[in-house]
Nanobody, 123 residues
C-alpha cells in the first residue's frame, strides 16, 4: 500500500484546510486509516482514524469538534477536514494504514505511512 498525503499549506488562525490521503496498491478495504501529526521538536501524535469498512471513527481530544475524518472508497481517499485552526495545529500531518482496523491511537500498529504534508497556522 502506498499513501500520498496532500492539502497542507499556510492558513491564518481560525481558517480551514482539508487534507487528502490517496491510497494505491493493495487496497481491499481491510484497513483503518489514521492521521497523525508532528510539530517541531515534538513526538508524532494521533489525530484521527477511520475504518474503510463501516466508517467508524475516533478522534484525539484536540481534534474533537474541529476536525472531521472521512473516506471516499471509490476514490480510495481519506480526508481530514480541519476547521478553526490555531497555531498549535502547526505540524507535519501524516496519513497511515493499519491492517488490524483497530482505530489505534499509537504509531506502532500502523503498517504503511505517507510522506506527510506541512500545515502552518499563523496567528
Amino acid at each position: 500500500v502506498q499513501l500520498q498525503a496532500s492539502g497542507g499549506g499556510l492558513v491564518q488562525a481560525g481558517g480551514s484546510l482539508r487534507l487528502s490521503c490517496v491510497a494505491s496498491g493493495r487496497t481491499d478495504g481491510s484497513y483503518a486509516m489514521g492521521w497523525f501529526r508532528q510539530a517541531p521538536g515534538k513526538e508524532r501524535d494521533f489525530v484521527a482514524a477511520i475504518r474503510w469498512r463501516g466508517g467508524s471513527t475516533h478522534y484525539a481530544d484536540s481534534a474533537k469538534g474541529r476536525f472531521t475524518i472521512s473516506r471516499d472508497s471509490a476514490k480510495k481517499t481519506v480526508y481530514l477536514q480541519m476547521n478553526n485552526l490555531g497555531p498549535e495545529d502547526t505540524a507535519v500531518y501524516y496519513c497511515a494504514a493499519d491492517r488490524t482496523m483497530g482505530l489505534r491511537t499509537v504509531e506502532s500498529p500502523y503498517d504503511y505511512w505517507g510522506h506527510g504534508t506541512q500545515v502552518t497556522v499563523s496567528s
